[in-house]
Nanobody, 126 residues
């Protein structure tokens, strides 16, 4: 599976953005998908993950109740709706595919995902 992120940009605190992740490959609909982010000087952080069916999701503590992950298997696309953005949400956001698992792990880590995009920059100004 190959993935390409889009939708990043500059937004004021309190604003919203929606990221998209377009995937190619026949195995897209068979695997879980996830979003991670990495700020300068920090480790890559789990943001959200969604199961193959889209019925199960998981979120990092720092984004719960603000971000929503969803997927459209017919369009081979995963989305990340980000609301109530904060300056600390500033980072490069990466989409990742886990074609070996259809379910969401309780504590996803970058090592669980085999295919990564190039990332899209999200900057939240105060």
């Amino acid at each position: 599976v190959q993935v390409v992120e889009s939708g990043g940009g500059l937004v004021q605190a309190g604003g919203s953005l929606r990221l998209s992740c377009a995937a190619s490959g026949r195995t897209f609909s068979s695997g879980a998908m996830g979003w991670f982010r990495q700020a300068p000087g920090k480790e890559r952080e789990f943001v959200a993950a969604i199961s193959r069916s889209g019925l199960s999701t998981n979120y990092g503590d720092s984004v719960k109740d603000r971000f929503t992950i969803s997927r459209d298997n017919a369009a081979n696309t995963v989305y990340l709706q980000m609301n109530s953005l904060k300056p600390e949400d500033t980072a490069v956001y990466y989409c990742a595919a886990d074609p070996m698992r259809g379910y969401v792990l309780p504590r996803p880590s970058p090592a669980d995902f085999g295919s990564w995009g190039q990332g899209t920059q999200v900057t939240v100004s105060s």
